[in-house]
T-cell receptor
Framework: GENVEQHPSTLSVQEGDSAVIKCTYS??????FPWYKQELGKRPQLIID?????GEKKDQRIAVTLNKTAKHFSLHITETQPEDSAVYFC??????????FGAGTTVTVRA | GAVVSQHPSRVICKSGTSVKIECRSL??????MFWYRQFPKQSLMLMAT?????????EQGVEKDKFLINHASLTLSTLTVTSAHPEDSSFYIC???????????FGSGTRLTVV
């Protein structure tokens, strides 16, 4: 099955700085890579996703890059704000629809 | 669009009793629904995948007789935790997918506490 590894497990950044989270996956058949933000006790919220036919995608302060050859993808958050503090999960799936999640990154934005 | 409703949001039950959790897709037909369990400060672990009208497919290590899943319609899936024990206390979340191209929509989660 798919194995998704995520680093770092915790990330503390100064407000206004950038945050980068990296994930690797094992299954070359994976073709969908979403990123979720989860606040304590709440459901995961999709913040951005990318499919295997695209190398990069950007939505305002959030961007995701995908390197299919190396089987890794990254989340970039620019101009971080205190409300960006949360746990972020990467995930991967193939045509069987099953999402495999990374272990999560706790992001803290210091004011 | 793409709203998934999950109930109850919190439940406390006595050890040995059963608890049913409902997951409904409100504005779309979900061909596939997924059930996850999340322990504190951990990731989401897939428990099972259910398709409407067929038996659920359970992940390795998940007891199918303990976690009963029913996907009777394209808008409703239920998870019943049978003979619950304190170690079953966790956050259970469902998600629904129309097709892979539409992504996944998560329910709001159910905090189960077994005392």
């Amino acid at each position: 099955g798919e194995n998704v590894e995520q680093h770092p497990s915790t990330l503390s950044v100064q407000e206004g700085d950038s945050a980068v989270i990296k994930c690797t996956y094992s299954d070359s058949a994976s073709n969908y890579f979403p990123w979720y933000k989860q606040e304590l006790g709440k459901r995961p919220q999709l913040i951005i996703d990318i499919r295997s036919n695209v190398g990069e995608k950007k939505d305002q302060r959030i961007a995701v890059t995908l390197n299919k050859t190396a089987k890794h993808f990254s989340l970039h958050i620019t101009e971080t704000q205190p409300e960006d503090s949360a746990v972020y999960f990467c995930a991967a799936s193939s045509d069987d629809y099953k999402l495999s999640f990374g272990a999560g990154t706790t992001v803290t934005v210091r004011a | 669009g793409a709203v998934v409703s999950q109930h109850p949001s919190r439940v406390i039950c006595k050890s040995g009793t059963s608890v049913k959790i409902e997951c409904r897709s409100l504005d779309f037909q979900a061909t596939t629904m997924f059930w996850y369990r999340q322990f504190p400060k951990q990731s989401l672990m897939l428990m099972a995948t259910s398709n409407e009208g067929s038996k659920a497919t359970y992940e390795q290590g998940v007891e199918k007789d303990k976690f009963l899943i029913n996907h009777a319609s394209l808008t409703l899936s239920t998870l019943t935790v049978t003979s619950a024990h304190p170690e079953d206390s966790s956050f259970y979340i469902c998600s629904a997918s129309r097709t892979a191209n539409y992504g996944y929509t998560f329910g709001s989660g159910t905090r189960l506490t077994v005392v």
